[in-house]
């Protein structure tokens, strides 16, 4: 796959980062070229408008936007640009990311934000949709989408396999406990 960016990940503040690198390991996992960077449509409004305004031109197809407290980001990336925003909840202030979710996932009627769970699992989320997206014409991208899934029921077959032999395990020692030693019967 060429180098350019496919994918943009931008977040209000580097506070964010932390959480925001979930998405970057996602999109690194399939393969996707991204590029990470920061605007605030509170504290940089032109910044933001003229950097969403170049995406498409520049080949960008989806964006992964993260911010806290009163987030606005997404959904003015969203005002400016035709391609599709995935919006990341940050839980940075008292209220735990529930004040971003709801400024995100309460867009008006006519500009879209596909918002996903607040936080890390969010933003490793965000990342797969974004793959997902782009498997809708990459072929490359949609088979590691497919070995992806494979993954993750194995994993769940190895929990599970796991857990009954540590149950049977536990259950040898009840075994032994039940019945007590000889001489107290
Ligand atoms: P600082 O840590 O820089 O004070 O930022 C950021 O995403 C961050 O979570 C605190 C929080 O403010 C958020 N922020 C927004 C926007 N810009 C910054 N929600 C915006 O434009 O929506």
Same mark, same amino acid.
């Given at each position: 796959?060429? +180098?350019?960016?496919?994918? !943009?990940?931008?977040?209000?503040?580097?506070?964010?980062?932390?959480?925001?690198?979930?998405?970057?390991?996602?999109?690194?996992?399939?393969?996707?070229?991204?590029?990470?960077?920061?605007?605030s449509a509170h504290r940089s409004p032109a910044r933001t408008s003229e950097y969403s305004r170049g995406l498409k031109a520049r080949g960008v197809q989806v964006v992964i936007a *993260?911010?806290?407290?009163?987030?606005?980001?997404?959904?003015?990336?969203?005002?400016?640009?035709?391609?599709?925003?995935?919006?990341?909840?940050?839980?940075?202030?008292?209220?735990? *990311?529930?004040?971003?979710?709801?400024?995100?996932?309460?867009?008006?009627? *006519?500009?879209?934000?596909?918002?996903?769970?607040?936080? %890390?699992?969010?933003?490793? +989320?965000?990342?797969?949709?974004?793959?997902?997206?782009?498997?809708?014409?990459?072929?490359?991208?949609?088979?590691?989408?497919?070995?992806?899934?494979?993954?993750?029921? %194995?994993?769940?077959?190895? %929990? &599970?396999?796991?857990? %009954?032999? !540590?149950? !049977?395990?536990?259950?040898?020692?009840?075994?032994?406990?039940? &019945?007590?030693?000889?001489?107290?019967?």
């Amino acid at each position: 796959m060429a +180098n350019k960016p496919l994918v !943009s990940i931008v977040m209000g503040s580097d506070s964010d980062l932390d959480i925001m690198n979930e998405a970057a390991k996602s999109l690194a996992e399939f393969g996707i070229p991204y590029e990470i960077d920061i605007s605030s449509a509170h504290r940089s409004p032109a910044r933001t408008s003229e950097y969403s305004r170049g995406l498409k031109a520049r080949g960008v197809q989806v964006v992964i936007a *993260g911010a806290g407290g009163a987030a606005h980001l997404a959904g003015v990336i969203a005002a400016e640009t035709t391609l599709p925003v995935i919006a990341v909840p940050i839980p940075s202030t008292p209220l735990l *990311g529930l004040d971003s979710l709801l400024a995100m996932v309460q867009m008006p009627a *006519g500009i879209p934000v596909a918002t996903v769970a607040i936080g %890390k699992p969010g933003a490793t +989320n965000a990342g797969i949709l974004a793959a997902q997206m782009i498997g809708l014409h990459n072929a490359e991208v949609a088979k590691k989408l497919v070995a992806h899934k494979e993954n993750l029921a %194995k994993g769940v077959e190895a %929990k &599970s396999k796991k857990l %009954k032999e !540590s149950h !049977s395990h536990e259950h040898d020692i009840g075994t032994d406990f039940f &019945s007590g030693p000889a001489d107290s019967k």
